[in-house]
């Protein structure tokens, strides 16, 4: 599967983005689908995940209540809407696809990735 991120820019706090991860190939509704940050100097993190058709979600504590994952298995899209942004969420964020199709924290548990989308959040 080939995985192809959007939706990323700059906001200011409090604002609100939406990503998209386009999957193609075949039965992308198949695979566990999870977002990751990165930050200038910091390893890569989880931030949230989904399971295949979307039974199960699973955020870090630090997203909870503010971001929600969902997909559109008819558009092979997972979107993760991104509400009352903080400065510290300012990363590339990347997504990334599992084949076992669960939820998955590690990201050694995902075996293909996108390309990675700016957002930038100005206090």
């Known amino acids: 599967v080939q995985l192809q991120a959007s939706g990323g820019g700059l906001v200011q706090t409090g604002g609100s983005l939406r990503l998209s991860c386009v999957g193609s190939?075949?039965?992308?509704?198949?695979?566990?689908v999870g977002w990751f940050r990165q930050a200038p100097g910091k390893e890569r993190e989880f931030v949230a995940s989904?399971?295949?058709?979307?039974?199960?979600?699973y955020y870090t504590d630090s997203v909870k209540g503010r971001f929600t994952i969902s997909r559109d298995n008819a558009k092979d899209t997972v979107f993760l809407q991104m509400n009352s942004l903080k400065a510290e969420d300012t990363a590339v964020y990347y997504c990334?696809?599992?084949?076992?199709?669960?939820?998955?924290?590690?990201?050694?548990?995902?075996?293909?990735w996108g390309q990675g989308t700016q957002v930038t959040v100005s206090s």
């Open positions: 989904i399971a295949r058709y979307g039974t199960a979600t």
């Open positions: 990334a696809a599992a084949g076992r199709g669960g939820i998955y924290v590690s990201r050694q548990s995902y075996e293909a």
């Open positions: 190939g075949r039965s992308f509704v198949r695979y566990g």
